[in-house]
């Protein structure tokens, strides 16, 4: 069983940046293909990024592209959602997901793991 933890969330104004960490005591971690993904008020969970457990792979939702940064210390079974230029539509719960499967496998069919959420607001 995989646990997963996320950090980081808060209220921030437009154009502000938030850092989101995700870390877990599964030693297995590390090589494990991790991601987020994020859930405004009434709408479906949808896509954020992903990475490989390398780090070779990442890939990003096209609204965030530009503006997120996914990156993993798997010294500290961590990964990381760097936010910037943050709009108010960015806001929702945010989750952090894993999967023994590739990064594609997450962005295309969804993490085997969840973690609890973080809820990330951005005032306009």
């Known amino acids: 069983q995989v646990q997963l933890v996320e950090s980081g969330g808060g209220l921030v104004q437009a154009g502000g940046s938030l850092r989101l960490s995700c870390t877990s005591s599964?030693?297995?971690?590390?090589?494990?293909?991790m991601g987020w993904f994020r859930q405004a008020p009434g709408k479906e969970r949808e896509f954020v990024a992903s990475?490989?457990?390398?780090?070779?792979?990442?890939i990003y939702a096209d609204s965030v592209k530009g503006r997120f940064t996914i990156s993993r210390d798997n010294a500290k079974n961590t990964v990381y959602l760097q936010m910037n230029s943050l709009k108010p539509e960015d806001t929702a719960v945010y989750y952090c997901?894993?999967?023994?499967?590739?990064?594609?496998?997450?962005?295309?069919?969804?993490?085997?793991?969840w973690g609890q959420g973080t809820q990330v607001t951005v005032s306009s």
């Open positions: 997901a894993a999967d023994s499967g590739r990064a594609s496998t997450i962005a295309t069919m969804g993490p085997g793991y």
């Open positions: 599964a030693r297995t971690l590390s090589t494990y293909a």
């Open positions: 990475i490989s457990w390398r780090s070779s792979s990442t």
